[in-house]
């Protein structure tokens, strides 16, 4: 089971390069397990028994399978992660030479490692809005984009001209972590003159002439090359990706080697544990709540857009779920306080070179499950009761779990889990599966793990609405 679970993993993250291919991966996933896509722009019509899904800007994905026993008012069994990772995004205007060299203008997204960035062999992936033509008239879309091999590099400094570089190397983001992408002297040779005398052309690529474009005066025209019409390029998000192809590695294959762990490895463990505990056609006979998982884009930027976790877009679905079974408004309350929400993101695995940044007692090693994140400045959202329930699901059905407290002289980070529990009011329990190089251009985690996080959640989906009803608090 784990080495088919962690190559399914695998397939994912290197068809993954950005939050947009992640929810396209997604969609395929959940089309060809029977949900059907609905659009936040229409109604719904929705029926007990039946699945479904939605995406928001195409970096943001919900779906959600309704047990056939449920009734407006009845609870949404969640599990939440994120879609994006730290990453060098292109700048709107991109075009910078400098001493014969051309290079790609980025910006920082997050609180990357950026010192791995360098001497990596990058490409470019994102999305696009083109504009199309048909019958007459004029229309505009989004499209994803991927350039497979590599074409830019962010070299070093040799040794030679900055003797102190092991003594601590410190990036200038703004002057020194801008990607190579060619030589002006090979674009100046091979700019050939139009008719009119004008360049028609910038840099070659495989004997190819490359067509200027009318945004040409912003970005390298190489960086445009599509697979569509360069003018026909409205606007764009790409970002700089590693063409490195994630991959199961280690002496014994224990591990998993990869860029964007954290976290489409939890997003994709819950996406297919979501999948697995609906497959049947008995899953959701005696459900009666709603079993969800929420994929959530800029986390790492603080959720705070319209399609990150600070928006509205957790509550509009649990509202619009419920006012599709009655329109009494006094349920959506009701519903929520009977609601779970496992909040699951990459937790922090004791580094062997680095054992003292973590706290004595709360040490989370690889192979050993799911880790529960615990902070009594909230921090994460855990609290004595949601760490029960998820520690006793992981007791019945024999999963390893583990706990972490960040040490107190230590920032501690944050996840989506506080955002949604103070903005929600759902109940929450922060976790995640153990990783090392976090936030680095490649990351490791453990293929034992990914089983674990699997198993356990797809054990919470079938199993939450029974244990919640043994449990009693606020009476």
Request: hydrophobic share 35%.
């Amino acid at each position: 089971m784990e080495s088919s679970v962690a190559a399914d993993l695998v397939n994912f993250l290197n068809a993954s390069p950005t939050a947009f291919h992640a929810v396209e991966e997604a969609k395929k996933k959940l089309r060809s397990a029977g949900y059907e896509q609905i659009s936040e722009r229409e109604d719904w019509d929705l029926e007990a028994g039946k699945k479904y899904f939605f995406t928001r800007n195409h970096s943001t994905i919900v779906a959600f399978a309704i047990g056939q026993k449920y009734v407006a008012g009845n609870g949404f069994y969640i599990v939440g992660a994120h879609t994006d990772s730290p990453c060098l995004k292109v700048k709107p205007v991109s075009k910078v030479s400098k001493g014969g060299f051309l290079e790609v203008g980025v910006q920082t997204y997050g609180s990357g490692l950026w010192h791995t960035w360098f001497d990596r062999d990058l490409s470019i992936a994102g999305r696009i809005i083109i504009r199309e033509q048909k019958d007459g008239s004029e229309s505009y879309s989004h499209r994803l984009v991927r350039i497979e091999e590599p074409i830019m590099r962010i070299p070093t400094l040799a040794i030679h001209l900055d003797r102190g570089v092991n003594d601590g190397f410190k990036v200038n983001t703004q002057s020194q972590l801008a990607p190579v992408f060619a030589t002006s002297v090979k674009a100046d040779i091979n700019k050939p003159v139009a008719e009119n005398g004008s360049v028609e052309n910038e840099v070659p690529t495989d004997g190819k002439k490359i067509k200027e474009t009318k945004n040409s005066q912003k970005h390298h025209s190489l960086l445009l090359q599509t697979g569509c019409e360069p003018d026909d390029i409205c606007d764009f998000e790409l970002q700089a990706c590693d063409t490195q192809p994630s991959i199961i590695g280690g002496a014994v294959k224990e591990f998993i080697f990869s860029g964007r762990l954290d976290n489409l490895c939890m997003s994709f463990c819950s996406l297919k544990a979501l999948i697995e505990s609906t497959s049947s056609e008995s899953s959701l006979q005696d459900e009666i709540g709603v079993r969800m998982v929420a994929l959530f884009d800029h986390e790492e930027v603080g959720s705070s857009s319209a399609q990150g976790a600070g928006s509205p877009v957790m509550f509009d679905a649990l509202s619009r779920i419920t006012s599709s079974f009655s329109s009494d408004a006094k349920l959506l309350p009701k519903s929520i306080q009977r609601s779970f929400l496992v909040s699951a993101d990459m937790a922090h695995a004791l580094h062997p070179n680095y054992m003292d940044k973590h706290e004595e007692n709360h040490q989370p090693k690889m192979h050993s499950g799911l880790v529960i994140k615990h902070n009594a400045n909230q921090r994460y959202a855990t609290n004595a009761v949601t760490s029960f329930v998820f520690r006793e699901i992981a007791t019945k059905h024999g999963l390893p779990i583990q706990d972490f407290v960040v040490r107190n002289d230590m920032p501690c980070g944050s996840t989506i889990g506080p955002i949604l529990a103070s903005g929600v009011g759902i109940r929450t329990v922060d976790v995640g599966a153990p990783q090392l190089s976090m936030h680095s251009i490649r990351e490791m985690c453990a293929v034992d793990d990914v089983k674990h996080s699997y198993k356990h959640f797809k054990a919470f989906y079938e199993e939450f609405s029974q244990l919640d009803a043994k449990i009693t608090v606020d009476i």
